[in-house]
């Protein structure tokens, strides 16, 4: 070994073990960059073919058909392998092909395979094709920004999660001039193909261009992607076509690693209360996932939450012949008071830590909150329509939007036929605290959509929390529940009976394992009162030590930490799961493409079995659109799938929910996902979710 003292700076930084310790290729990528995603059986075929299938339906809508008359009747495509094609097919499949693809919206673990998947099929099929990547997401469509993709760039992100190579951005191709310059762009690039690869706004979006294109010739292929995993396709008689966009595994599987930790870090000091809040801009299916990894102490499930029915209220008003209507959905108060009851009934055995999760867009689901956000949202694009300047540059201040709302609610005052904003709306509003009053007037994005990602609603929830356990804690009903063989032994080494002090001191001495301080003793005072009471001591006497050491064991203190888990999950590189699944993804946008297609989603069927089931499918677009409020206007765009609470996935988290609060003496049920492996086999092969709910899958 040398003696560092003799080595300068130049030397260290050229010593081989520090250039391999420092370089940024490390092992892992190299794993990552060899590794080759089996393709589904129908690509190891020189061609392949598309099957229309009148198997699956779907239910029109009438705008739909009217503004997509030319796509509306696409059917469901089967991809089939072929050894060999008459000629004329043979020619068509191997033509000389320009395609560009998008990648439109957040990004989503697995994006680089796709690219990976449809680069390697298109230059096996034709090594004369080319490939463009369009940069920084739509607006590079729209500003012809590109780089044509070689082997090398394809080669370095193999495997590899983010969207880095090419980028992504949120921009809609909504109006006649960026739609009129998106044409342009794909002229000028001589493209038989254009691949969005996005969540349900921008495979709308590619339903537009589909059928706008098409007199030009230039085919049109969505491709399902969001960590949200709220593109979950189904046809009317519930025939599963797209179980779950790509990217929800690995986030899911990123946010349940480091929540575990948590959930073992908790339980190990037993001091926090971890509160997590989980990307997923409305659906919960993020969190519901997370809860199955990890069997945390408490999930929020939104779309339970707006399900939910206060029977007792319910039943008092009838008994009054009356209907409570309050008594219908979740208000964030009655949620607050559920949180709170989960929490005293740990700290009564002891444990007064645990972890909850809470989904990115609850507040979709809190009837009040909605309100506003439909209101705000309304009023946001009712003001950007009719003003030069938008909502945000007219008003850069929280104060100036507030005194606009309020000029609203005179105008309402002044005027009856203005509803949108009143006196009752702007009093409410005012009541709420300012950083939640900014989180409810953030810009939306470029689709209209609230940016639940922006606001602090594990804070707002807290408060709530907080408050309530306060006066809980008053009213002695939160309170640390005290092992009984840890009193007796502090009061016995102390030359003190148990029995004596157990009856004064304890509603339940005698009878539980954990010990309960009467809800009257919640002070010093009130200690010394109680044993004064029984005749314990006297006054003026010293509360004896051990006693007070019980007494102050058995007072909470609630403390918290919060952690929110999005971007960082959304960065993660894939699974193997989703390794392979892009990639397959990307190998049936080429044979969509080489086969004709436009207005179509590509998909894989059968992703609940092994890789060897998979069927790569292609979803006409247009069908699975409806109508919707948008940007304060009815817009067609496909239905965003959110949680099904009569899903097994679901109820089987309901059915657990009481395990896994973990109210009652012992251990918690925590489980151990471990943090995403790419080699070794002990991580689950699928998302927990789809695996469950494919036990109720029709057997199509
Ligand atoms: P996509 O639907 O575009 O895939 O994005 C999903 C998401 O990650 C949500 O979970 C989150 O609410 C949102 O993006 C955050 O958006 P932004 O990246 O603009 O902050």
């Known amino acids: 070994m040398p003696d560092n003292k003799t080595l300068n700076l130049e030397d260290i930084l050229n010593h081989p073990q520090v250039k391999k310790v420092t370089d940024d290729v490390n092992a892992e990528l190299l794993e990552r960059r060899k590794y080759l995603p089996p393709p589904c059986e129908v690509f190891s075929h020189p061609y392949t073919v598309m099957e229309e299938t009148d198997r699956y339906r779907f239910e029109l809508d009438r705008e739909a058909e009217k503004q997509l008359p030319d796509i509306i009747s696409n059917r469901v495509q089967l991809i089939k392998g072929q050894d060999s094609v008459d000629d004329a097919a043979a020619r068509q499949f191997g033509k000389t092909r320009n395609i560009g693809i998008v990648f439109s919206g957040g990004p989503a673990p697995g994006g680089h395979n796709v690219i990976a998947g449809l680069y390697d099929a298109a230059k096996k099929a034709n090594p ?119 990217g929800f595994h690995t986030a899911a599987r990123a946010f349940a690693g480091s929540i575990s930790n948590l959930c073992t870090d908790s339980s190990s000091d037993i001091k926090y209360w971890h509160i997590c809040k989980v990307m997923g801009r409305v659906a919960s299916h993020l969190a519901l996932e997370v809860a199955l990894q990890t069997h945390v102490n408490m999930t929020l499930i939104g779309e339970d939450l707006a399900d939910y029915v206060d029977h007792d209220r319910l039943q008092k008003a009838q008994k009054d012949k009356n209907i409570d209507y309050h008594a219908y959905g979740m208000t964030l108060r009655h949620l607050s008071r559920i949180i709170c009851e989960g929490i005293v009934r740990r700290a009564a055995v002891g444990k007064n830590y645990g972890v909850i999760v809470i989904p990115e867009g609850v507040l979709e689901f809190i009837n009040e909150i909605q309100v506003f956000i439909l209101k705000l949202n309304t009023i946001i694009a009712d003001y950007n329509q009719t003003h030069d300047f938008d909502f945000h540059a007219s008003f850069m201040r929280l104060e100036d939007k507030l005194e606009y709302l309020r000029r609203l609610a005179q105008r309402a005052r002044e005027d009856t036929g203005f509803k949108l904003w009143n006196t009752r709306d702007d009093d409410l509003f005012n009541d709420i605290p300012a950083f ?34 306060s006066i809980l804690k008053e009213e002695g009903l939160y309170k640390v529940g005290i092992r009984k063989d840890y009193y007796s032994k502090t009061l016995e080494s102390a030359g003190l009976d148990p029995d004596r002090f157990g009856a004064a001191l304890f509603i339940n001495y005698g009878d539980s394992e954990f010990l309960l301080v009467k809800p009257g003793i919640i002070s010093v005072k009130t200690l010394d009162q109680a044993l004064q009471k ?36 959304r960065g993660n590189d894939p699974t193997r799961f989703d390794c392979n ?27 609940d079995k092994d890789l060897a089931s998979w069927e790569p499918i292609g979803i006409p677009i247009a069908p699975l659109m409806h109508l919707e409020e948008r940007k304060s206007k009815l817009a067609l765009v496909i239905e965003k799938s959110i949680v099904d609470v009569d899903s097994i996935a679901f109820q089987v988290v309901k059915a657990h929910r009481e395990k896994w609060l973990a109210a009652v003496p012992g251990d918690d049920h925590y489980r151990r996902p471990g943090p995403i492996r790419f080699t070794g086999n002990s991580e689950e092969e699928r998302p927990i979710t789809l695996e469950l709910n494919a036990v109720g899958n029709l057997g199509d």
């Open 581 to 607: 699944y892009t990639y397959n993804l990307g190998l049936t946008v080429f044979s969509l493409i080489a086969n004709g297609a436009t207005g179509q989603m590509a998909a894989i069927k059968n992703l």
């Open 534 to 569: 029984e005749g314990l001591i006297t006054a003026g006497d010293q509360i004896p030590a051990a006693v007070a050491k019980i007494f102050k064991k058995s007072m909470p203190s609630f403390k918290t930490q919060i952690h929110f888990y999005g971007y960082d999950g």
């Open 128 to 246: 004369a094709n080319r490939v463009f990547g369009f940069l920084v997401g739509p607006d590079g469509i729209i500003e012809n920004e590109t780089v044509e993709l070689s082997d090398d760039m394809v080669d370095r992100y193999r495997n590899l999660g983010g969207f880095t190579m090419i980028k992504t951005g949120r921009t809609k191709i909504d109006t006649r001039e960026k739609m009129k310059l998106s044409r342009e762009t794909c002229r000028k690039l001589k493209l038989d193909a254009l691949v969005v690869v996005g969540g349900d706004d921008s495979n709308t979006n590619a339903a537009f261009l589909a059928q706008e294109l098409l007199a030009d010739g230039i085919q049109i292929i969505g491709v399902p992607k969001t960590i949200d995993g709220d593109i979950q396709v189904r046809d009317v008689d519930g025939n599963v076509l797209c179980a779950m966009s790509f």
């Open 436 to 469: 939640f009053q900014e989180g409810l007037l953030m810009e939306r994005d470029s689709h209209g959509n609230f940016p639940f990602s922006q606001v602090e609603t594990e804070k707002v929830l807290l408060g709530l929390v907080q408050d309530y356990l």
